[in-house]
T-cell receptor, first 118, second 118 residues
């Protein structure tokens, strides 16, 4: 079974400082990893994904994520936080195609609330 | 805007009632996924349809059912509603033509339907 852990319920960071939102995963085979963001009363917006290739993935709104296979982590980062980045962030994992998994839906972490303080 | 539409945005109903949630996927997407977001369970996968056929089931109650129509829109039917069914229900779509239901394509989420059961 696949699982995702987001160890921090909340992350506070000052505007202009770098931010990191942590995610670790467990899945059989090579993982497909995703980050989504949810603003209040809105749906989930796709930020970025790792399928294969370079361990540093760049996404929307200046976000990037670093895949670390040995540590089974996929931390979300941004060099300089904006107040408008304040939202709920979800890490998700799915098994790769043809891995023998029963299904290929996303399994989400519990979410991390990011607050960027002016 | 993800291109996935969901109606209605809000739904308030009483215990024991039946409701239908509707989802229109992005143009060309063949897969539709339904997820439930609640405070205690987080984001959970319910069911996936691909080109009209059920492909995967998650933690979906027997009181819930779904279908995908020839025009690819999908409906989630919730019956004998209980207080605990109150949640945000998301639809997501992926899998452009040719990608198959195992596609690596990103899932794009709709704005959700907030269901309140009184």
């Amino acid at each position: 079974a696949q699982s995702v852990a987001q160890p921090e319920d909340q992350v506070n960071v000052a505007e202009g400082n770098p931010l990191t939102v942590k995610c670790t995963y467990s899945v059989s085979g090579n993982p497909y990893l995703f980050w989504y963001v949810q603003y209040p009363n809105r749906g989930l917006q796709f930020l970025l994904k790792y399928i294969t290739g370079d361990n540093l993935v760049k996404g929307s709104y200046g976000f990037e994520a670093e895949f670390n296979k040995s540590q089974t982590s996929f931390h979300l980062k941004k060099p300089s936080a904006l107040v408008s980045d304040s939202a709920l962030y979800f890490c998700a994992v799915r098994p790769p195609p043809y891995s023998g998994a029963g299904s290929y839906q996303l399994t989400f972490g519990k979410g991390t609330k990011l607050s960027v303080i002016p | 805007d993800s291109g996935v539409t969901q109606t209605p945005k809000h739904l308030i109903t009483a215990t024991g009632q039946r409701v239908t949630l509707r989802c229109s996927p992005r143009s060309g997407d063949l897969s539709v996924y339904w997820y439930q977001q609640s405070l205690d369970q987080g984001l959970q996968f319910l069911i996936q349809y691909y080109n009209g056929e059920e492909r995967a089931k998650g933690n979906i109650l027997e009181r819930f059912s779904a279908q995908q129509f020839p025009d690819l829109h999908s409906e989630l039917n919730l019956s004998s509603l209980e207080l605990g069914d109150s949640a945000l229900y998301f639809c997501a779509s992926s899998g452009l033509v040719g990608g198959g239901y195992l596609s690596t394509d990103t899932q794009y989420f709709g704005p959700g339907t907030r269901l309140t059961v009184l």
